[in-house]
């Protein structure tokens, strides 16, 4: 059996986005369009309300990016959750479960282990040392101006990326869950998301989108565990009995059970599973989405409360994602969800449906579109924080000090672009296999980000030339390997010759890279090439900076006026 | 990098900070902590990666009904990272968080020589 690799990279469920636009006679709603726009209205109208209320006084910079340092550990690790378990972790996990089985449950450990790194390495030295961006850390001890255009560059890409993943995933979305069918309906739904979540940044800011994340995040959780312990309770809360009926559901059998359906086989499958699973565990730390939330705490301790409260939602709720994707395979089949319009993406909207009706379908169809919204206002926060604060800034020459005011004024202005950017990105790719995109975003930030961060905060000879090599060079490599990989050509289906790539035309194929994820090679390169460029580097490294550094990383003396603004 | 405390004269820098005993002894502590628990929890995560790559048979054992020993080893990692969690919560709020407040303590009244 030549098991066709999934164009997936990094978020399985993306895999279910159809490579190709769906022919109009496969798609059709499932449930009440109606109910399900009525609902989702609903969730929009409440949340718009809270970003309002809540975002009463957004006049600093603190304010608008960092709501004001005023959320609780608590509070920050639910919007956390509501920022990491994107659609893709909602109906994707679920999803590669329903139809792969065991390899789909890989994914989730790989995305929860990952937060571990995050709690003991990253999230207090962070929080001690920065202000509002990844760039704030770096520049602490580095040289301010390459270092900070280095990290704000990083920080776009990824974060644009992952934006561009969230919106094609809305736009495919829309086919299941309200009857639009592909063209101009299609469009106007991502152009609604687009103009929402700008609104949501613009008005609500920091604090506005955090509120919007903690909402999202509970409806997600109550959703994921209600109907996990209903199908628990089908199976007679027997795990063994679950598993059994659900692989006698599934053409192959018992294979579902055990690794290796997709990444068995061949040994470059099995290189790319483990080039994936270094992505996966190693990217959450270098996410700029993520991080820039630390800063919404006021002070370190909070910023651990948060981890540690972010790691127990996401690992009960991919938990849930393990029984609904085995619930799936059992209650509706591989066979109607590989059939459905989005295909592995429908497995929970399917197996909702089966299980409560068209309620029951609404609600998940409102908490997957929340899900998009809430999680593209994070990215935009992000990537308009970083331009106007590392960029921008730069450019006036005040390098990350200059006038807040301003800054917040340039955000806005950035975040209507990114938002505009977002919508037509949306509208261009949404019938593409996006699985690169969100790949590529892991694979970025593990590269570019992870290995600078922990160097700039753990080793003494770090130089900024190290920094720069490793973050170009690791956003370099991943970038062109991905493109020169087999996720953007030439890789085809065996039995239907159809084409598996971004470009679906089968005739051109440029793909020189066998790995259909680039970490096990960028990761590692953008270490070496911290390191290289550092003990080559002829400035001297500043010893008084980097005791600033430690000192303040770990006891937060003297930013402690600063974290309690 | 120096600070001025407003009242004393006194100045301290990082660097003598970095070199002080009591931070020292803060580093030494953390890293004794950080340092073998990520080794470890990224080790077990590979080491886990790795057999369901290469030994899929292995993975394939059933330990009860249809639930086989990759389903319980996944679920295991489940187990530790939460007990990583909740173990670095209370370690450092018992070792670690007194050690920080009497050091910023003493720091922000300039009593470190």
Known sequence: MTPALPALIAHPALLAHPAHPLPAAATGAVGEPALNIAIFAVFVGVTLGIAVWVSGANSTAADYFAAGRSITGRQNGIAIGGDYLSAASFLGIAGAIALNGYDGFLYSIGFLVGWLLVLVLIAEPLRNTGRYTLADVLTYRLRRGPVRTAAAVSTMTVSLFYLLAQMAGAGALVNLLLGVSGGWEQNVTILVVGLIMTFYVL??????????????????????VLLTFWVLGSAGFDLSTLLAEASSKSPSGDAVLRPGLLYGGTLTNKINFISLSLALVLGTGGLPHVLMRLYTVPNAREARRSVAWA??????????????????????????????????????????????????????????????????????????????????????????????????????????????????????????????????????????????????????????????????????????????????????????????????????????????????????????????????????????????????????????????? | MTSTQPGRERVITYEAVQHSREFRQLQRRFRRFAVPTVLAFLGWYFLYVGLAAFLPDLMATRVYGRVNLGLCLGLLQFVSTFLVTALYLRWSRRRLDPLVDRLRDRLEQGGLR
């Open chain 1, 203 to 224: 008005v609500g800011g920091m604090k506005g989108t955090t509120w919007v994340q903690i909402v999202k995040a509970v409806l997600l959780l109550i959703a994921a």
């Open chain 1, 311 to 565: 790691t127990w939602l996401i690992g009960l709720f991919y938990l849930c994602t393990l029984v609904l994707g085995f619930g799936a395979m059992w209650l509706v089949g591989p066979a109607r969800i590989a059939a459905a319009p989005g295909k592995a993406n429908a497995a929970v909207p399917l197996l909702a449906f089966q299980v409560g009706g068209t309620l029951l379908l609404g609600v998940v169809a409102a908490v997957a579109f929340a899900t998009i919204l809430a999680v593209v206002a994070g990215l935009v926060i992000t990537a308009s924080a970083s331009f106007a604060h590392d960029v921008f800034a730069g450019w006036v020459g005040k390098d990350g000090e200059g006038d807040p005011e301003r800054e917040v004024r340039v955000a806005r202005y950035t975040a209507v672009g990114i938002g505009l950017l977002a919508i037509v990105g949306g509208i261009y790719t949404k019938n593409q296999n996006v699985a690169f995109l969100v790949g590529l975003a892991f694979a970025v930030a593990a590269s570019a980000n992870l290995p600078t961060i922990l160097f700039s905060l753990y080793w003494s000879r770090f130089t900024s030339r190290g920094a720069l090599w490793s973050m170009y060079g690791g956003l370099l490599s991943s970038v062109v390997l991905i493109v020169l990989s087999p996720v953007v050509s030439g890789k085809v289906d065996p039995h239907t010759g159809a084409s598996l790539s971004v470009i679906t035309d089968p005739t051109i194929d440029f793909s020189v890279f066998p790995l259909e994820n680039p970490g096990i090679v960028s990761i590692p390169l953008a270490f070496l090439l911290g390191w290289l460029g550092s003990v080559t580097s002829r400035s001297q490294v500043d010893p008084a900076r980097f005791a600033r550094l430690q000192v303040r990383a770990l006891t937060a003396v003297g930013a402690a006026k600063g974290a309690r603004r």
